[in-house]
């Protein structure tokens, strides 16, 4: 297990960091990190589920760990020594949309900010292809594009979410069973300097025009180089790490209106094959952070019986309860995705590193952007925390946080891993971390 | 009854409500709160969502008020690399590369800002978009070259042809010519590739054409301030027609002809009279009107059987042919758009209209001549993208035609507002359901503006048909423009909406501030107000068609001339 060391430089932050005033702050703690010495690699992973929850059928009753979860948490009872519920959480947001651009931001009203899965990429890249991998079911489709963003990778600019499987895994590890097209590493990378070759010389004619759009190219190039060197993916840490999908279902772009990947058959399919996906590339080495989002704000694919269905109920819809469809019906299909996380997290556990597991080194976040479905609210959050984080979070209870902000959730995933930070966001939101997460 | 009377005053008084109904307030006291100002004057540094800091506000006053001294005002658009968007790219690998696949899945989403997906600024390159266009251009490279020979005249000598492939499509993909140390680059590339690797030389010479900040980023840029003859070129061919500039355009750009004002003139005119020319009129129908919205939502098969998927693809076919006919006939004029009394339909829908199908020089057209369905509000795409899965929703359509129509953009709902939507309820209608919220003090100074033009289209239902009643009720579709004039504007019913719209000086000049950002690919700035003015007023005036319009504003110094 390497050490790793992150410095993170003036030019990383300018991509980040553009021109916010309200990000200052923010950059002053991250210039003050000391780079720290790691014996293990940690990992994050956040999990996005749609369409909000509700409070009183998702949290126990009391606090610590003598708890019994009621209907929708109920899937969580195999993984409840490995979570963390915090009650009494809150977001910021009058509707599911800005809700949604501020979970991962922290930033209100669609203000633009960068999001944690991006920062915490860029801190973890050390030795990995890919700094974040981002996973979507339904994601890219359906509704206004703010309903669908919560990740981004620049102040203002939405990350890309693949939700073609096929393609997600074809990019982490290659196409084994298609003969040899494409072009050499190195190559590849001929290729690209070429182009940063161009960038150079553009931006010697340009001078300030369109400064800032040149420079993030040649960032993001130099991304890419970084990676083709780093290899496709580093040495598997664990036997589980095969590359290769249990059940290899193959979508094929074929150009029709509707890919076969959001066909709402489908669904479930690709919400399996994504976790399969995620822990193939973090068993592997391929990436130390994921996100996968299932779907988004105002999401209406079809559910029956508690599940996705080719022909079923508008999932937005039933998460009116008591409008549309009942509360039962709501409850059975939030403890789908209930069911889901647990199966990712389980998974995870599975996965040995050294005489701990990679849940054990690991950061898990799910979080929906309503409170309260019905009542439309963003107040008891009910946002699940797994994984250790090579033992900064005490798991297997139940914690007030007391109508902190999810700021302060983000800071203290920051904290985690190793970060100095204080804020994220909008300091306004709240400073510092939550401090009963660690015990 | 009198229960739901109780809630609604005590909502009204602003004590917290107990239970889920209208507007809930979060705390006693609650004060409206103005929208956020932008950091700075400048609207680029804004980090609030597109058009709503004060800043934008300002400049859409200064296009629409009749006061403003533009004299010797300097009119130069914005020095820009413009990103390509998906269709873009394919377009310009069809036709330069004669690429069979389609790539646009594999290309990264275009963003879109305020309906537009060709923004300057979203149009940023991230390192998922280097991994996939280094993918889609290898994938590219290898499709095309076992044809190379259709390509570039090719023989068996593999650095003959790399030579070739330098001169004859370099320039193509770059979309001008290379200077001679770029040439000199480009066949060094290959000879080393060649070296090292033989079988992938031409596949990395290729890609490296593919991947380059030339290919694709389209310079809008100028010299000495203003477009050169092959940017001018590309800006033309990409406005019109999505695509690389044909043969006659890159005459006329090698000879530097194409600035002659004349000769600009008469090729614009060429390229909007061309078929080829639906192409940006269909795409800034989708970003103006939104018509293909109807794909992103779904509505009940139980209250709507008859919204098939055919009559969803008949309705999107109808809003952009419709939308491409009003803008390319004759007499083509701003009121035509609201109201004609027919439209480009097919047969099947004219059945699900109850609208009469007929023919008007071969084209399938229904006509509305006997029911008050007119103009672009009248398109049932428009109808049911701007309404929910089982109902119409009001507001959405208010603030539809208040942000596209009128290019008003409504503050957002104020902090610590929480929003929610109004419970079904059979024996109300969606107007009186959605009345409600409005009513509240906190939400009325708002809704007013978006209540007066929602409530004012409740004549056609979820899925865009015509009807008189709902819940056992008749329908009441009196509406109100309050805010565009020097009085509120009451009327009856979207064909009543669009009478006044058609006439209206604020659509008018809101059309062109639209088409403005559609073909400089931003949202205006301080500099470009005086440019807009200027062509909104020639626009006003009524002495222009339509295509003469598209015409003026891709050839107006505006455009031609660029600043940083």
Known sequence: MKPILKEISRRNLFRYLGNSAVALPFMRTLLETQAFGEVVRKRAVIYYYPNGNIPEEFFPRNLGSDFTLPRISEPLQGIRDDIILMKNLDFVGSTHEESMNYAMTGMERFKAGISIDTVLGDMLKEGVSLPVLRLGVFSQIQGQPNYRTASFFAPGQPSQIEDNPTRAFQNLFGDSTSQAIGLSTSMRKSVLD??????????????????????????????????????????????????????????????????????????????????????????????????????????????????????????????????????????????????????????MKAIKEGDKTLLYNSCVMAWTELGDSQAHNVRDMASILAGQAGGYFKTGRIVDVARAKQNRVLVSMLRAFGSNAEVFGNPSFGSGILTNLQG | ?????????????????????????????????????????????????????????????????????????????????????REEFQNTARDVLKVKSDYRQQIPVDIEVLGFQNNIEAGKISDSHVASYLEVAIKIADEIKPNLSNLVQCGSDANACAEKIV??????????????????????????????????????????????????????????????????????????????????????????????????????????????????????????????????????PTLFPQYTKEIQDAMAAEAENTFVHLMTKSGSNFASLFKSDYSIGSAALAGYYSGKATKKDSLDVISFADSPRRGVLGLGAILAATSATTETNPFRRGHFVLQNILCHVPPPTPEGLVVTPPAPDKELSTRERFARHSAVPACSSCHKQ????????????????????????????SGTLVGFGDRDLSFSGAAGLSEILADSRHAKRCFVTQWYRYAHGHMEKESDVCAIRSIADKFESGEMTMPQFLVKLITHPSFQKRGN
């Open chain 2, 450 to 477: 978006l209540d007066g033009v929602g409530f004012g289209m409740e004549d056609f239902d979820a899925v865009g048909v015509h009807r008189t009643g709902e819940s056992g009720k008749m329908i009441d579709d």
């Open chain 1, 194 to 347: 070429a182009s940063l070759g161009d960038l150079r010389n553009l931006q010697s004619t340009m001078g300030s025009i369109e400064k800032v759009k040149l420079d993030l190219h040649v960032e993001s190039v130099r991304e890419i180089e970084r990676r083709l060197q780093t290899g496709a993916a580093g040495d598997g840490m664990a036997s589980q790490c095969s590359k290769k999908l249990k059940n290899p279902t193959v979508f094929e772009d074929k150009g029709e209106r509707t890919s076969p990947w959001y066909r709402p058959e489908n669904f479930a399919t690709v919400v399996d094959l994504n976790t399969e996906i995620a822990l193939q590339a973090l068993a592997c080495g391929a990436t130390n952070v994921v996100y996968i989002q299932n779907s988004h704000s105002v999401g209406s694919m079809p559910f029956a019986n508690g599940a996705p269905s080719a022909r079923g109920d508008d999932h937005h819809h039933t998460s009116h309860y008591n409008e549309f469809k009942t509360r039962d019906d709501h409850i059975a299909n939030q403890r789908y995705f209930m069911t889901k996380f647990a199966e990712l997290i389980t998974g």
């Open chain 2, 1 to 85: 009854m009198t229960f739901r009377f109780i809630i609604t005053v005590l909502c009204a008084v602003k004590i917290l409500c107990a239970v889920s109904w209208g507007c809930r307030l979060k705390a006693p006291n609650f004060k409206v709160n103005k929208p956020a100002a932008a950091n700075g004057n400048n609207p680029i540094d804004s980090q609030d969502p597109p058009g709503t800091s004060a800043a934008e506000r300002e400049l859409i006053e200064k296009i629409m008020s009749s006061n403003v001294d533009c004299n010797g005002a300097p009119q130069a658009g914005k020095a820009s690399l413009r990103l390509l968007t």
């Open chain 2, 167 to 300: 001169d004859g499509l370099a320039p193509a993909l770059w979309r001008r010519p290379l200077s001679a140390p770029e040439r000199t680059e480009l066949v060094a590339f290959y000879s080393n590739a060649a070296k090292t690797a033989p079988n992938e030389a031409l596949t990395s010479l290729l890609a490296r054409l593919l991947v380059s900040p030339y290919f694709l980023y389209r310079s809008e840029v100028g010299k000495t301030g203003s477009l050169t003859p092959h940017e001018m070129a590309s800006a033309l061919s990409y406005f019109f027609w999505g695509t690389v500039p044909d043969a006659e355009l890159l005459e006329l750009a090698k000879s530097g002809t194409i600035l002659d004002e004349p000769v600009l003139l008469a090729q614009a005119e060429r390229l909007m009279k061309s078929d080829k020319s639906q192409y940006v009129l269909k795409e800034f129908a989708a970003a103006w009107l939104g018509y293909r919205k109807i794909y992103s939502g779904s509505k009940s």
